[in-house]
Each structure stands twice: as C-alpha cells, then as structure tokens.
C-alpha cells in the first residue's frame, strides 16, 4: 500500500520496486507525521548486503580535492623565482669586473711608482744618479766607446724607455701578487700548491737567464762585432738600436731559462709524458741551434753555440724533473 501525495512531480518510492525480495509495504516510520512529503520508510527491508546489490543506490563518495601545484620555484616555497640565490662566498660576474678593474688599477699605481722610482734619483741610495743610469751604464760597458746618438731627442726617448722597463721589473712583485689574488679563489688546493711553487721558480729562473745572457752570451756577442770590421770602418752604433738589440736577447735568455720549471709542471697536469718526450732528443738539438740562431745577433758559430747547447742542457734538466713529476 502507498501513500499518496499531492505532489505531481514526486518520483516514485523505492517501495513500488520492491527490494531484497519483499512486496514494497510502506509503514510509516515511528514517530514521522505523514505530513513530511516524501519521508517513507520500507518496512521490513533489510540493509543490502553489498553495495552492488539491484535496486541499491551506491553511497556518495565526495571526489578527493586535487592536489595543490608546486611552487613556481621548487624550493617549497610560494615566494617568486626571482634571481637563483648564491652561495655565501660567490660574485656575480659585475663583482668580478669590479675586482678586476681595482687590480688593473693598483698594478698601474705600482708600475708608475716603480718608473718613477727608476727614473729620479734616490738620496742617500744611488749616489746622485737614478736607478735607470746605473742600469744603462752597465747595459752600454760591453760596447764602451761605440755608441752614439743619431737623432734629436734619442736619448731622452730612449732614457724613459728603459726607465719604464726597470720601472715594470721593480713593480713585478705587486703585478703578480695582484694576478696571484685574482685567480686565486678559483683554484682547487693543489693547483693553489702548484702555484705557490711555480711563481718563486720562475722569478729565479728568469733572473739567472738574465745573469747568463749578460755575463757569458753579450761580452762575446758584442765584441766579435766590434771586430768583425774587414776594411776599418768606424763603428758607431745607434743607442736606442742597441738598446733594443741587448733587451730582446737577454728576455730570451730569461725565457728559455723558465724551459726546466715549465716542463715540470706540464708533468704534474698530466700534459706532457716523458717517456716520449725523450724520443725527441735529436730533434730538441737541432731546434736549440735553430733557436740560437734567432735569439743570437751574429751569424758567427760561437755565438750560436754559447746559446744553444745551454738550451738543450735546459731541455735535458727539464727532462729529468719531469721524471720525478
């Protein structure tokens, strides 16, 4: 039996289907007035069994909020990207040029202090002459006699030349201590060993080739060309010209002095090998003599000799660090 109701638009009760067998009799619920539109209770239903049970309704299930997006920056955080954060200790690369320029600035500082300290004379110390003359004057000993100037002006150009080369030697200390600064943060600690190695070596091996080139190579340079005069003609060379000539030669020898220390190190970096290095023995000769007849100013055999087979003892005192590498 059903109850009727009013209300056209009133589905029809779950009763009139029947559940789990029964005939769908509607009692009213105890308690419930009939006037509650659409509260019927099934009388003598029992709860299903499952809810795939026919004629049963799956209960409600609301759907799982979705999951919020990661933050924008993957740091857990809702905050803007922005800029990556640096480490504590980093630069941006505006702070590196920054750095960079102050250590062009304070090795330019250095290098004028040093020209000036060269080219002044320094009370109490030089004796009234500069730095520069005492220097000149020992480069001119080996050619005494046979040096002029040609042009107006030679010596004076010539004088501040030189000042600004002796100027650069005695600023050298602060130029590389402002090059060792810069690149030294970048270093992993054995290179910064390495480094710390490599700058006093190569200072004091430069300054002994520059020791070997004026003591033993110039005064015999020199003096064959003085000589080598077949129909007595007045030598007389151009100051700023011989100048020129003795400081490109005595750089060379300071270069090829750094031979030892370089090949060590190449070593060390896993650059060089010397076991196949020393396969080219004979070819390291002749390439002494080769490079002997270009740093050398006279085409004489002498002169190539006192040159060459001190450069491939280097090659060969190279060879034998690099073997303790």
Do not use: C
């Amino acid at each position: 039996m059903t109850i009727p109701t009013d209300d056209p638009h009133a589905a029809p009760s779950a009763a009139d289907h029947g559940t789990n067998g029964t005939n769908g009799t509607v009692t009213p619920a105890a308690g419930a007035s009939l006037g509650d539109a659409g509260t019927t209770v099934l009388a003598g239903a029992s709860a299903p069994d499952s809810p795939d049970a026919p004629g049963t309704l799956a209960p409600f299930e609301p759907a799982a909020p979705p999951s919020s997006p990661p933050p924008p920056n993957g740091t857990g955080s809702l905050e803007p990207l922005g800029d990556a954060p640096e480490e504590e200790d980093g630069m941006t690369m505006l702070e590196h040029l920054e750095e960079l320029r102050n250590r062009l600035v304070v090795s330019a500082a250095a290098l004028v202090v040093g020209m000036v300290i060269a080219a002044l004379p320094i009370p109490y110390i030089t004796d009234g002459e500069s730095v520069t003359q005492m220097v000149m004057t020992l480069v001119a000993a080996p050619a005494q006699g046979h040096l002029q100037y040609l042009t107006p002006g030679e010596g004076f150009i010539t004088y501040f030349q030189l000042a600004l080369m002796v100027g650069f030697v005695l600023s050298l200390p602060v130029i590389t201590w402002q090059a060792i600064a810069f690149v030294l943060p970048a270093l992993l600690p054995h290179e910064k060993k390495y480094l710390y190695m490599a700058v006093p070596g190569a200072m004091f091996s430069f300054i002994v080739g520059l020791l070997f080139g004026y003591i033993l190579v110039l005064p015999v340079a020199i003096d064959f060309l003085i000589h080598w005069n077949p129909i007595e003609i007045d030598v007389k060379w151009q100051f700023s010209e011989y100048i020129d000539t003795v400081s490109t030669l005595l750089v060379y020898m300071g270069l090829a002095f750094e031979t030892p220390l370089l090949m060590f190190f190449l070593t060390k970096l896993h650059i060089l090998n010397p076991s196949r290095v020393a396969r080219f023995r004979k070819y390291m000769l002749v390439l002494a003599f080769v490079i002997g007849a270009i740093i050398t100013p006279t085409p004489d055999p002498l002169n190539q000799t006192i040159v060459s087979l001190p450069i491939y003892m280097l090659f060969e005192i190279g060879l034998l660090l690099s073997r303790f590498a």
